[in-house]
């Protein structure tokens, strides 16, 4: 209940308090203490409250006294009877000197006072006459007494009077000195029995305070206890699905210490092919390249990111491309690091096709002009390099345009694809052939001189004369070729080269076709004397 | 409430330095002091030179913690009765009085209980008539505190004269 949770401020009020009553109870029973304590010294004497008693004594005295000389006057008792009087009533009157019989009058008796002084002053002049054994000196004292002590009877009950007065004002003045006594000390104890009842309450309501704060805390504990589970569950659950979707992922993700000797979680398709049974991350495993993998690892800490790097990777069974990127990250206080890559081995397989099909005759397979020309050019650059020889042929189908016309579209087409298969099966395996205009094929012969490229190209010719050409209604056209030879000259350029293997075609084509025509030496060297063979 | 408090007055008087120029005589010694009325009204006078030919005793008496103590020298009481052969008559009560005539009643059993002593020298002095003498009958204050209340204290006579056995 906070209602109850007292503010900081309100407890050190509630503090000050109580050691204020505490204080101020202490102090009220010490004086208590102290004030009974008085009150019992009072009572352990007892009350000397004599007056009244002395004053009435002293009166009897007084008349037997007087009895007494007029007994012995008349014979009746001895001197030394009188003498034991006279000392008697002086020891009464001497309790009456000195002590405050009147103290306590409210207002001053004078002949009161002035009968008391009188027997006191009288008794004691008596007193020093009196002797044992003296009838001269109790003879004197009978006429004393019986003279003056006559007339001080009746005053004497004044002082009665006023004895008792004052007694009865001074036993009620204690009367009054004790209640208000009581009266204190009742109130010092209504004050002890107020204080610890407060301190009491305090006392249960602290209790009652410590007993609802721990019952509070188990409660609380029970709660943390609860919630731990709770935010544990949770945990586990959001640990499962971030685990769903990254397998979910098209991305290959894998999440492993910095050292790699702590994988945190690798994507099924990495776990197949990369993790050895020790459950470690290596990438040197990783990338089918080492060079890659010592790249990607140093750009990696370097920079602390590496963002798509293209990489052959070594696949389950067998290296596919990809693109790999990684972060440095910090788990369970270590550096982590995150990669993930994405599988391009299609793209890469479409790129290639898409090569292919840039540099490929369409019709024929064979490399089309553009891609035969690139290829030529590193050849004859090859070759110059390396000073040795090459040979250039170029191949024209004979009256092409005749099958074209006279059977079709489809039937040409298909020439061409038979002379196409023809000539790669009869060209040797570094050759480059191509398919450089509508019927016009090309030949780069590495390596050869024209000597040994003749056979070649007499085979070449020979092929395709042997080749017939069905036509679909079970006739056959047969197909002849004629062919340019040109040997390459130093220094001299593809273009050049094959200008004059064109040349020899012409030549070919001119001397009646299927056959083979030789290029001579360029016609700026045809001065000099060919060498002769 | 009791007004007879004459042996705590006795004391406040017999201390009172005051008193010192009193020219009253000393009690004589060969004048009966103290008379014993037996049961069968027979009675026995004593002069204080009987009473110092029996044995002492004294007691210590201490008004108050304040005040010096005071040594009372006398006879014992019982002791007193038994040598004069008073116990065949077995009595039940004592009526002791005083020269004032003051009278109080004192049971058999205060005597059995606290033998109390009929005293004639107070510090070792006769104390004359004049200042309360010249006998007192004093109990053991200070050996039974439970005698130390009104009762016991208007039992202490002083000017002792009469005991009667009733």
Known sequence: MPALMLSRSQKNLALSVLVLIVVTMLGLLTAALLLAGQQANQLAAPNLHGELWRAYQTTREMELTLKAARQYQQGEISGDDLVVRVQVLRSSTRRLQNSKIFSALPLPRPRADEALARIISLSSAWNKQAHFADEQAAKRLAIQINRDMAPLIEPMHEVMIASNISLANKLDHDRQLLYKSFRYIGWALIGLLIGSTLLVARLIYNYRQARQLSNRLSELNHTLEDRVAMRTLELSEEQRVLNQILQASPSDVAFFSADGDEVYFISEGLQSSLLSPSSTFEYAQFFADPADAERFHANLINDNQVDDLEALLRGPSAPYYAVISGRVLEHKGRPAHLIWCYDISMRKQMEESLLALANTDALTGLDNRHSFWRKGEALLHYTRRTEQHCVALMLDIDHFKQINDKYGHQAGDLALQKVASELQLGVRENDILGRIGGEEFVVLLPHISTEQAMPIAERLRSNIEALHLPLGNGQYHSLTLSIGLASMLTHESLDQLLNRADIALYEAKAAGRNRISICPAPALKQTQPLPVD | ?166
């Open chain 2, 1 to 166: 409430m009791s007004l007879q408090r004459h042996f705590w007055a006795m004391m406040a008087i017999v201390m009172l330095p005051a008193l010192a120029l009193a020219g009253g005589d000393a009690y004589p010694v060969d004048r009966p002091a103290l008379v014993l009325h037996l049961s069968d009204n027979q009675t026995v006078q004593l002069t204080l030179q009987d009473l110092a030919k029996l044995p002492k005793r004294s007691l210590t008496v201490q008004d108050s913690p304040a005040s010096a103590p005071v040594e009372w020298t006398g006879v014992d009481a019982d002791a007193l009765f038994n040598s004069l052969n008073l116990q065949s008559p077995p009595y039940k009560l004592l009526r002791l009085q005083a020269l004032n005539f003051y009278s109080v009643l004192v049971p058999r059993s205060d005597i059995e209980q606290f033998h109390p002593i009929i005293a004639y020298a107070r510090n070792g002095q006769p104390v004359p008539a004049h200042k309360s003498g010249p006998l007192f009958w004093i109990y053991p204050f200070d050996d039974y505190p439970e005698l130390r209340t009104q009762i016991h204290f208007s039992r202490a006579v002083w000017q002792l004269s009469d005991i009667y056995f009733e």
